[in-house]
């Protein structure tokens, strides 16, 4: 019952900022990537020890960098 209380609170607020394109790309993108790394950790091999602990381990981490990362590099205005 938490985790799902935690996915439709999560789906309120992607509501309320709107199902634009570029919302759509973040979200999808971010889940995506977190959840390849989940089914993949040894990519974090190359990295150093640090960066293996936050990120192999804890693919919300990784989910968040992404997501972050995307709403700072697309555009605003994302014309379908």
Known sequence: MMFGT???SGLQMIGKCGYSQRNITIIA????TGI???QVPEIFAVFPQMVQNVFAQNCV???FLVAVILNLVLPQNMEV
């Open 6 to 8: 935690i996915v439709v």
């Open 29 to 32: 993108l971010s889940l995506s």
């Open 36 to 38: 390849g790394f989940t």
């Open 61 to 63: 981490a990784v989910v």
